[in-house]
């Protein structure tokens, strides 16, 4: 690009900035903003989805990606009873998540913790809480959930690691108050799990 291009910038903290390029150097492009919007491309309903770290950290990366562009607010990488290894590397997950947020035209990087316990999350987690558990055939549905609460309120959905949560750690996430989804009676892939839930939220 040369000077007089236009192009638009996102500043991961909510802004979308059109820019005039005035100077073109070997280590610096400098531009003029010429008009901004806030909050371009961001949900109406904040998601904040935990799922736990999988043994291949490929597909671990392959939802950070997509939960981006789907409207996640915040991600936990989560450590539970069967977590097997935790081999996340955050600076490559920080690239990921920019080149998603620039991809997807959103102007708002979102959160990403550092991996956490099951059972720290269970007690620091406000809003709405959800598990989702392949062996709950007669919990509610996403969707149906989904239709009992205001755009404004705050999800926190948990998605366990390969073979899912224990038995133990659904009950003492329902003893905390959490309440159980599931998400019909196909064996879906942890991070497929994921992803079927943010792709409902986001539609909602």
């Known amino acids: 690009m040369v000077v007089g291009d236009w192009i638009t910038v996102v500043d991961g903290v909510g802004g979308t900035h059109r820019v005039r390029i005035t100077e073109v ?3 610096l492009v400098a531009g003029e903003v010429t008009s901004s919007t806030k909050d371009g491309g961001e949900p109406l309903r904040s998601m904040h989805i935990a799922l736990g770290i999988l043994h ?3 597909r671990w990366e392959t939802f950070l990606e997509k939960a981006v562009e789907l409207g996640c607010t915040r991600i936990t990488p989560m450590v539970t009873a069967r977590t097997q290894k935790v081999r996340l590397k955050r600076g490559r997950l920080q690239q ?4 998603a947020l620039k991809q997807s035209g959103r102007s708002r990087l979102p959160q990403l913790d550092e991996p956490t316990v099951f059972e720290d999350l269970l007690s620091s987690s406000p809003g709405i809480r959800l598990l989702c558990h392949e062996s709950s055939p007669d919990a509610p549905t996403l969707p149906a959930l989904l239709s009992q609460t205001e755009a404004d309120q705050h999800l926190v959905i948990l998605i366990g690691p390969e073979g899912g949560f224990t038995e133990d750690e659904v009950i003492l996430a ?5 309440e159980t989804v599931w998400l019909g009676s196909r064996r879906l892939r942890a991070e497929t799990a994921a992803l079927t839930v943010a792709a409902i939220v986001s539609q909602w």
């Open 174 to 178: 329902s003893g905390a108050g959490w």
């Open 56 to 58: 291949q950290p490929a």
């Open 96 to 99: 990921i998540m920019i080149s």
């Open 25 to 27: 150097g070997k280590k």
